[in-house]
């Protein structure tokens, strides 16, 4: 059972999706915050698989909450989507910097929504497909000079290129027919990738593509 924690401000908004994830036999809502400082309270009683933070919020932001539960390691199995009004929130950039696992914009189809939680359960999930590409040009467009690449050198050239791909926006199924491989293989290479490198989840090993110069804008498509 996948144990999902709301928080928004809105409680129209935290009905609905109550309602839509309750209505799933592998999901449950394990509880709902109204601002940040009541979703953090409730994220350390209940320990929820996901969070859906509203970034916009009362007392403490999403993108501070959001903060605190990702530096918290007794939280570490805990993931966090952003939910925003808009595609391009110019919030959702940090978010993401500081842990989130992705966002959805509040106006989603409910499928999208389901398959977002699920995935991000899984470890696979980035951001809303309908958004992914173009979130990454904003982001890569906005992200900091790169860094040093001394943090890769333990990943193979294999790797490497995987974490390119991720990078760009491909899914394992993309990748897997980008190099020719199986979708299981392409999983294990993602997978080793983030292990190697301490990312929390796919979200993050595209920061790191980008941040490191492993990847620069330009490159998509």
Known sequence: MIRVLLADDQSLVRAG???????????????????????????????????????????????????????????????????TTFELDEYVFEAIRSGASGFLVKDTEPEELLRAVRAVVAGDALLSPSVTRRLISEFAARSKEPAATASLTGLTDREREVMALVGIGLSNEEIARRLVVSPLTAKTHVSRTMVKLGARD???????AYESGLVRPGWLG
């Open 17 to 83: 999706f109550k309602a839509l994830l309750d209505a799933q036999p592998d999901i449950e809502v394990a509880g709902e915050a109204a601002d940040g400082e009541e979703a953090l309270r409730t994220v350390r009683e209940a320990r929820p698989d996901v969070v859906l933070m509203d970034i916009r919020m009362p007392l403490l932001d999403g993108l501070a909450a959001t903060r605190r539960i990702t530096q918290d390691p007794d939280l570490d199995g805990v993931k966090v989507v952003m939910l």
């Open 202 to 208: 796919r979200a993050q090993l595209v920061v790191l």
